[in-house]
T-cell receptor, first 113, second 116 residues
Framework: QQQVKQSPQSLIVQKGGISIINCAYE??????FPWYQQFPGKGPALLIA?????SEKKEGRFTISFNKSAKQFSLHIMDSQPGDSATYFC????????????FGTGTKLQVIP | EPEVTQTPSHQVTQMGQEVILRCVPI?????FYWYRQILGQKVEFLVS????????KSEIFDDQFSVERPDGSNFTLKIRSTKLEDSAMYFC??????????????FGSGTRLTVV
């Protein structure tokens, strides 16, 4: 019940295209859903996060869509760039995000020119 | 931009030896965490630390592991007797006080621990 399922495992997108990564969770106590971006040899970096009281959050080219009833959320990267090539992790936490974060399995995104 | 600093970046140790991984969290952060990532796998929670005590730990964090904040700036993870399966990237993270606008963790760049 603590799992966060993420798909796809890897994704290749052409420059300028839309990258879409999907996640699903079971624990209804989760109330904070961050996305992390990780480059090789670096720690995960917070990209964008959403709380379940909104259905969408947009920051620049990055948008989270959240479906509370389906217990699913997704990351859309618009106008994908080669510099976006990284591993993306969805995650979930409860207690306003101050309890442990449960990470998804990661999606390796490659944006080709 | 403030950073979480971890040292060393890479540590090689023999099985059965003790290792201490060090972290300097962001100065005004009060919540501290250790996570680990086995190569190519997901990031796993180990332990959270607040107000000088462990607030939560995972089943991975057994008696071989301990954490300490020996002074006002450092946060350490000790593995008493390393096993081959402890080989992983260990990430320290910190968060600001509750109620702060930015709720996200800041992760360090990690320490790659190799047990041989």
């Amino acid at each position: 019940q603590q799992q966060v399922k993420q798909s796809p495992q890897s994704l290749i997108v052409q420059k300028g295209g839309i990258s879409i990564i999907n996640c699903a969770y079971e624990n209804t106590a989760f109330d904070y859903f961050p996305w992390y971006q990780q480059f090789p040899g670096k720690g995960p970096a917070l990209l964008i996060a959403i709380r379940p009281d909104v259905s969408e959050k947009k920051e620049g080219r990055f948008t989270i869509s959240f479906n509370k009833s389906a217990k699913q959320f997704s990351l859309h990267i618009m106008d994908s760039q080669p510099g976006d090539s990284a591993t993306y992790f969805c995650a979930a936490s409860s207690g306003g995000g101050y309890q442990k974060v449960t990470f998804g399995t990661g999606t390796k995104l490659q944006v080709i020119p | 931009e403030p950073e979480v600093t971890q040292t060393p970046s890479h540590q090689v140790t023999q099985m059965g030896q003790e290792v201490i991984l060090r972290c300097v969290p962001i100065s005004n952060h009060l919540y501290f965490y250790w996570y680990r990532q086995i190569l190519g796998q997901k990031v796993e929670f180990l332990v959270s630390f607040y107000n000088n005590e462990i607030s939560e730990k995972s089943e991975i964090f057994d008696d071989q592991f301990s954490v300490e904040r020996p002074d006002g700036s450092n946060f350490t993870l000790k593995i008493r007797s390393t096993k081959l399966e402890d080989s992983a990237m260990y990430f320290c993270a910190s968060r600001p006080i509750q109620g702060a606008r930015d709720y996200g963790y800041t992760f360090g760049s990690g320490t790659r621990l190799t047990v041989v």
